[in-house]
């Protein structure tokens, strides 16, 4: 076999040498090509992102870009229901930006594994998920959450057998996981006003350990945390703010636990009363509104 190749081989070469230094000629052209290609992109994109952070670290919290995308992906008419019925934020939207929207919560739907504990996991489950992390990364470029890959849906309260106690959800990074009680889950929007939205409180708990991963090359985690670093700057350095907040009961007790439930909490308050929060606390409320680079209608 490899005699008749290297025969066969030969006599191109001697009847052809033209033909075959072309073809060689070609393949050569050809790698170049790709490899100036590569080098070319490599460039173009590391000088975007020095630029793009330098902006973001210098001058002002803003992306070049949010949306860019090569084909679009298509939500389910089903889907698209239950969002027009039950998820406000995207009727606030306009149409160019509904259309993102179904793009990144695809995404979610089909990145996800949803897991039902002792329950049946159904669109509007998957669907009410998908969309509180899609509303809460819609500033951003970066809205994928690396940190999660699975969710799991209890009826309602359970016992967790690694800490021994009950829960209503949490993000365990161990597991990658976001876990809800549905129960709890669907309260967070029966009453829209209340700034108590479990799945807002726990996305951003995911959100913050992924873009703290991230901080180095990513300009939507650089927005999120470098704004939440002046957020608490902003609060120690004046300390009569500081106590009007805490003195206010406008943010619940648990926001003083620890910095990752101030920052939860402080976010639930964002989304659930905007009008409120920005009347009361108009400085802090540009403060979050910056971290989330929150632009829609209603903010």
Avoid at 33 to 60: C, D, H, P
């Amino acid at each position: 076999m490899n005699t008749t190749l290297l025969s066969t081989v030969s006599l191109l070469i001697e009847k052809e040498p033209a033909l075959v230094f072309k073809i060689v000629l070609l393949i050569l052209v050809l790698i170049v090509v790709f490899l100036t290609i590569v080098v070319v992109y490599v460039v173009l994109r590391g000088s975007f992102n020095f630029f793009e952070m330098a902006q973001v670290e210098l001058f002002k919290k803003k992306q070049f870009y949010t949306h860019a995308y090569l084909k679009k992906r298509t939500l389910h008419n089903d889907y698209k229901s239950i969002l027009k019925e039950q998820f406000g934020f995207y009727n606030r939207l306009t149409l160019s930006e509904q259309k993102n929207f179904e793009h990144r919560l695809q995404y979610y739907l089909k990145k996800w594994e949803f897991i039902g504990k002792e329950i049946e996991v159904n669109k509007t489950m998957k669907v009410m998920i998908a969309a509180t992390a899609a509303k809460l990364t819609f500033g951003f470029r970066h809205y994928k959450i690396d940190s999660v890959n699975k969710i799991i849906i209890y009826p309602k309260t359970y016992f967790s057998k690694i800490n021994k106690q009950w829960h209503k959800g949490e993000f365990n990074m161990a597991y990658q996981a976001l876990i809800f009680s549905w129960e709890d889950f669907k309260k967070g929007y029966a009453i829209s006003n209340d700034n108590l939205n479990l799945g807002v409180h726990e996305c951003i708990h995911a959100i913050h350990f992924s873009f703290l991963k991230s901080r180095k090359y990513s300009t939507s985690s650089a927005i999120f945390l470098d704004s939440f670093h002046e957020l608490l700057v902003l609060l120690d350095a004046n300390q009569s703010l500081k106590k009007k907040l805490v003195t206010s009961g406008y943010l619940r007790d648990y926001a003083y636990e620890n910095q990752y439930e101030f920052i939860s909490v402080i976010v639930e308050n964002f989304i659930e009363t905007p009008l409120e929060f920005q009347s009361q606390f108009p400085v802090i409320y540009g403060k979050v509104k910056q971290m989330l680079n929150f632009d829609f209608s209603g903010y």
